[in-house]
């Protein structure tokens, strides 16, 4: 039950909770128990709304940045990591196995303000050895919904 | 001039179908629940597969029973998924879709005067075919109170010392019903007592929402008076790229090939390559489409049951059959007038054979935001109706 409620809200978390039951099969009420519960334990973590900044007018930039650390005595990744996303303007940090160690996603009003995180907060950092720094020029597809194109419906209306 | 044509052919009726695809593309707001194929898109990987094909330059001819690849996971398909062992040199053929697989299967089997029992409501195809291939289509009328299954007496009663085969259409296209083991092995039972054969049209065999589909070629005895015909367009997603297979013994096999070889050549090469991929690594995407239509399905029974509207429950394709004989009048009236006054377009039973009268076939191959689009509008139809009858 778990697994397909995550499935469906995972790409639709706005679905009405009644038809979310009718259409697992159960009830409204073990469906919304389940769902509290989840957010109890922490297994959902929050309920986001996937915009395409691009389409609005409003200025934004998203970097992509690689972090090489080298964790100290006392302080681990954790702890490192933690002082990175405690900053607001981060949106994203995963422990990366291979060449880096973290990448963090921050998005920002303009490249500028994005340059500055890095080298004011970032790499200023002492266990922080090194960074690089990407910009996303394009988002083709985000969280499995693709944003270049609307897919339409073309199959003739009536088929046996 | 001479009359051009072949009597045959011209008394063949048009498929009822055609008639209401014409009022509805009249119409270009209409919603429709009236197709009969995956809303899905082909997977990916599958689709990347035929252009891989493509760039390869396999632009050739395969041989006529289909790439030998293909053939050989078919084997392992049926195998893993079905209970049945085909060899892949003698028993096997790639069609263009299930459907030719129907019509040389018949043309295949049938002398002048051969009966073939056909259950209805069943797709449209079956009748024709039969009396293309000079057989005599007779029809055994499903009932509703047996949720469209076919049962050993009705198959008994329709016998007779003309009947050579049997098309068994489960799960099935427009009822959603489909046959169970039990229901299977009564009918076998017949089938092997009366030394008939069975045309098992499997199209719809992975969209089985009660347990795993059962193929009638699994149980003892039937495997040799078996063709089973099956494809990728249901399954897969892959209704455009006309793809199916059928399989049967070996001797009738032979005499299928030679009608493909001569009528066909061959299955289209770029879906044979992407269809390898597809039973190579396709399970889970079946497996996920599954999921997403029997949600679909529960809503809808849902839906029709808060309306009031009478429908037994199918587990099978992707279509349900609700019942509309309280309002008095036709299948044809009644989808005539929801697609004039709501703008919704779906099948008439009719279209599926004459007792499909009294029932619609709603397909459930769309979005839940279509879906409840539809039902909303189907809600203000009914009421509407039942306003009326009172007055």
Request: overall charge negative.
């Amino acid at each position: 039950m778990r697994e397909k409620i995550l499935t469906y809200i995972e790409r639709n978390s706005r679905v009405d909770l009644k038809d979310l039951a009718i259409l697992l099969g159960t009830d409204e009420v073990s469906v919304a128990n389940e769902i509290a519960q989840m957010e109890k334990e922490g297994v959902i973590c929050g309920y986001h709304t996937l915009i395409d900044w691009d389409k609005t007018g409003s200025e934004k930039v998203t970097a992509l940045i690689e972090v090489k650390v080298t964790p100290q005595r006392g302080l681990g990744f954790d702890k490192i990591a933690e002082r990175i996303y405690n900053y607001p303007e981060v949106d994203c940090v995963y422990l990366i196995s291979g060449g880096f160690d973290f990448m963090v996603m921050i998005e920002g009003k303009t490249m500028r303000d994005v340059a500055q995180f890095v080298s004011d907060k970032l790499s200023p950092q002492e266990s922080v050895l090194s960074t690089a720094t990407h910009f996303i020029l394009k988002k083709y597809k985000d969280h499995g919904s693709v944003m270049v194109h609307q897919s339409k419906d073309e199959r003739m209306l009536i088929t046996p | 001039m001479r009359n051009p044509l072949s009597d045959t052919i011209v008394n063949v009726k048009p498929s009822g179908i055609r008639k209401f695809f014409d009022l509805v593309s009249e119409m270009d707001d209409a919603i429709s629940l009236g197709v009969g194929e995956p809303d899905f898109d082909t997977p990916w990987h599958i689709r990347d597969e035929g252009i891989y094909s493509l760039e390869k330059g396999r632009t050739f001819y395969t041989s006529n029973a289909g790439l030998k690849e293909l053939k050989e996971e078919i084997v392992h398909y049926l195998k893993r998924r079905c209970a049945v062992e085909y060899d892949p040199v003698k028993e096997i053929l790639v069609t263009v879709g299930g459907s030719e697989g129907i019509d040389i299967a018949m043309r295949a089997m049938l002398n002048p005067g051969d009966e073939v029992l056909i259950p209805q409501p069943s797709y449209v195809s079956y009748e024709p075919c039969a009396v293309l291939a000079g057989g005599t289509p007779v029809i055994i009328n499903l009932k509703a109170e047996n949720e469209f299954r076919l049962t050993a007496q009705e198959l008994e009663e329709a016998i007779t010392d003309k009947t050579k085969l049997l098309v068994l259409p489960f799960p099935n296209n427009p009822t959603g019903a489909i046959m169970e083991k039990t229901d299977l092995e009564a009918v076998a039972r017949v089938i092997i007592e009366k030394d008939i054969f069975v045309l098992s049209d499997e199209i719809y065999s992975e969209l089985s929402y009660k347990g795993d589909h059962v193929s009638i070629s699994s149980l003892p005895g039937m495997q040799e008076r078996t063709i089973l015909i099956n494809g990728f367009s249901k399954a897969y997603a892959m209704t455009g790229w006309r793809l199916g297979y059928a399989c049967g013994p070996a001797e009738i096999m032979e005499q299928m090939l030679k009608i493909h070889q001569f009528a066909i050549m061959c299955a289209p090469t770029t879906s044979q390559y992407a269809a390898v991929e597809a039973l190579r690594n396709g399970d889970e995407d079946v497996a996920k489409m599954r999921e997403a239509y029997d949600q679909r399905r529960r809503y809808l029974m849902h839906a029709f049951k808060e309306m009031g509207l009478e429908c037994f429950e199918p587990y099978g394709a992707f279509y349900v059959f609700p019942c509309i004989k309280e309002f008095g009048m036709t299948s044809e009236e009644f989808a005539d007038r929801f697609l004039k006054e709501e703008k919704v377009a779906v099948v008439p039973g009719t279209a599926f054979g004459d007792c499909g009268e009294g029932f619609l076939r709603i397909s459930y191959a769309y979005s839940l935001e279509n879906l409840k689009t539809a039902l909303e509008k189907m809600k203000h139809f009914i009421t509407r109706l039942r306003n009326e009858s009172c007055r």
